[in-house]
């Protein structure tokens, strides 16, 4: 089920609550404050009292990391955006192209937006936001893993990182446990996305040992298990099953692509210096 039918559909049966819920709440604002309520007692027109509602569904924890990690995401997208004290209008243009770069239907696009721009305000909650974030996921660090990698792609969709929002990103890392090399690893990645393609044949290998994270004098063994563990790490419905939504597989999958296209490039050209 898609995040804005999670939401509108009753599934979780209960409010997220905490910062994520409050932004959440703020970002959907009155769309769902006309729904008619389900929860009251009240008299029937004979006088009789009608029967309680059948209680509301046992929460679902996936459910509630999916949601969780839609909120976070494009709320702390905003707040990193907004680091240098504006959002120019080419910022948002940026923000919106990399929503639109998610396969996201009409409603959970707004919503991301709308996400978007309640992590730009005053009243956002960075450490709330992460804390709530880290608690709901717990031990699936491959899935903070993922909320950390969209973070830096979004930085660098600009092309450049500016020095406020990488003090924000790397207190985001470090909050959630991510070492500095770990870190690097990611950044680069972003930033391969957005540099210009044309390379050198060097450029290009350079790159593919950034993407897999091992120096280019590492054996082919210590290759072969980095590439199996950002497989392991990335595998999209690996991520689905930990709580990655539905709407963010594509990006997994695209960044699966990348890690085997690097993995193709290193090995071709050791195979061809052999």
Not at 188 to 216: H, I, K, M, Q
Not at 239 to 261: H, Y
């Amino acid at each position: 089920m898609g995040i804005w039918g999670t939401i509108i559909g009753g599934a979780l049966g209960w409010s997220l609550g905490g910062p994520l819920g409050a932004m959440l709440g703020a970002a959907i604002g009155s769309n769902l404050g006309a729904r008619p309520r389900t929860d009251a007692w009240r008299p029937s027109g004979s006088g009789r009292v009608s029967p309680p509602p059948p209680p509301p569904p046992r929460r679902d924890p996936l459910e509630e990391r999916r949601l969780a990690f839609f909120v976070a995401t494009f709320g702390v997208m905003g707040h990193i955006a907004k680091a240098d004290g504006r959002v120019s209008e080419e910022e948002v243009r940026l923000a919106r192209e990399v929503i639109a770069g998610l396969a996201m239907g009409e409603h959970e696009r707004n919503l991301a937006i709308r996400l978007f721009n309640e992590g730009k305000s005053s009243r956002f909650d960075l450490q709330g936001a992460l804390t709530q974030l880290a608690q709901v996921v717990g031990r699936r660090r491959n899935l903070l893993r993922s909320f950390v990698e969209l973070q830096w792609k979004a930085a660098w969709a600009d092309g450049e990182v500016h020095p406020a929002e990488r003090r924000i990103l790397d207190s985001i890392g470090h909050f959630l446990g991510f070492s500095a090399a770990e870190m690097a690893q990611m950044e680069r990645v972003a930033a391969a996305t957005f540099e210009p393609r044309r390379r050198s044949p060097d450029e290009t290998l350079a790159e593919a040992y950034a993407v897999l994270g091992v120096p280019r004098e590492a054996s082919d063994d210590e290759l072969r298990t980095a590439y199996r563990r950002l497989m392991r790490q990335h595998h999209p419905d690996r991520l689905a099953a930990l709580g990655l939504p539905e709407e963010m597989k594509d990006e997994a999958t695209r960044r699966t692509q990348d890690i085997q296209k690097a993995y193709q490039v290193i090995r071709a050209a050791r195979r061809r210096a052999a």
